[in-house]
């Protein structure tokens, strides 16, 4: 019987099979920030156990809250700044380096096609967009992960989800996405792998793959997938040069991680991107989403470009290109923070950071910062934020804030405007 | 082993998240008893406000796809060390039940129905709790009316409540 990609990997990965469908698998990395694994830390240290299965597979970063806003914060980063060094962890990011964990790892190359990886964060799922099986746990299952190298999962059950046709101008990944956690609503997907496939898929950069993938798990699902193509291992091929003779041949090695022809769904489900168009949400579900057309007019104190869905440089390009030459409307707060320093520093030599400067943006340093209201943009109460992030929660991004998702064109355009906005409106350059 | 008895909140509304149950501002804290006094904190609930009395209650019954979201495990931790070892729900975000079966805790699904009838019968009553993990019987009273329901639970699970957590297995197994 065929395979998806997720039954592949856990296949190939399989150290034990203690009760039922449960199986325990090897890691290829482990990924740690500062606010998940400062607890895990502890308790080892607590049990005596102290130490890392294998210092190269354990790749840190601080990255929530960074610069510390506070003695707590500070504390979180030294806990883990000690701890990388302690165990000899060269793959740590520290102040001057670090970026948004889901946008820094795969920069640098730590994900391949086939892995299996774990991270104390709920958006790990990202990774997924490499071919790789790549889960959120909480932090006892990164503690053992740290550990043993092991994580234990039900085996896994797929969706596929099939984009066929062509994304309309405007129509972004981050359209794609949220129409699709629209359908299936905020559990649709729990404990189970979303296959992402079909032609827009294929024609997709990896940064958009990393924002379909992103927000899997606003559904439910265990982690997003995409299929190893030229385009992963182009992306890769720096990393990976010395391994394989030809990106052809390192394409027919990966190949092993694509789904078979007969593989096994629970379900399917097939969308015409020809009918998409750019969506936000309403409400404090990510679920709760409309055609930005519906909501236009709609007035935001607060525009947030940034963070592991949509903070990289093909993100800040698309915003920037709405706003070059313009100015956001008076009174609204348009902050931009790319999400790693590789992402500022392309964006600097294009000229991006300038535009966003000019038009009245303030630019951050690389963080999570106001995603998750921690810092560099937290709203007061009743406040209204238009953001490229993956959260809509009640109080997400600062206690009685309302979030509405959407993406950077989106964004821009709204940022522009004063009030949710197409982006249609300014790309046709009639404003 | 934890025990998994007491008195009930019943939190009528389904999709809580992990941001309501411990919001984002108190996961700089590096000690799970720093998070005692602001489990729920930003719940709100459709229409009405239960008593969100966590100190008298000790069980959590809710409806569906709770523990959605972030996968901090601050969200167990903050009910743990508020002496609530067990949720029941219609369903869980898989997260957050692995959450709570790795500090040794308890998530447990119920039929719609079954939660349905529970809310019904008790909810705003002082209910009380009474697990039997030998049987898996869950024995719901309140001033003399009782409800027992048979409950499922993977051996997994199940094995990871008795070592008191995935570190303790992990650690002797693997
Ligand atoms: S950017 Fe936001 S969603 Fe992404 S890892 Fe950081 S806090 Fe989480």
Redesign the pocket.
Known sequence: MGKTIAEKIFDSHLVDNPFGDIHVIRLDAVFCHEITTPVAINDLAERGLDKVFDPEKIKAVI??VTPAKDSKTAMQGKILRDWADRNSIRDFFDIGKNG???AIFPEKGFVRPGYSLIMG?S?TCTHGAFGAFAAGVGTTDLEVGILKGVCAFHYPESIKIEIKGKLPEGVYAKDVILTIIGRLGVNGATNKVIEFCGEVVDSMSMEARMTLCNMAIEAGGTCGICAPDMTTVDYLWNFISDEFGSKEEALEKYSEFTADEDATYTDTLIIDANELVPVTTFGFKPDQVKPISEMTGEKVDQVYI????N?RIEDLRVAAQILKGRKIKEGLRGIVSPASPAIYSNALDEGIIKIFMEAGFCVTNPT?GA??GMSNGVLAEGEICAST???NFNGRMGKGGTVHLMSPASAAATALNGLITNSELYRKGDK | MKTFNGKILFLDRADINTDEIIPARYLTEITKEALQPHLLDDLVLDGFTPPLDVEINSVIVTRANFGCGSSREHAPWALEVNNMNIVIAESFARIFKQNMFNCGMMAVELDAADIDRLFNKFSGKETTLTTDMEKKEFLFSCEGEDERLTFAISEFDQALVKAGGWVGYANDNY
């Open positions: 990255d929530h948004v964990c889901h964060d958006h940034g963070s592991c869905t903070g999570c995603c998750l992030t993956n959260r």
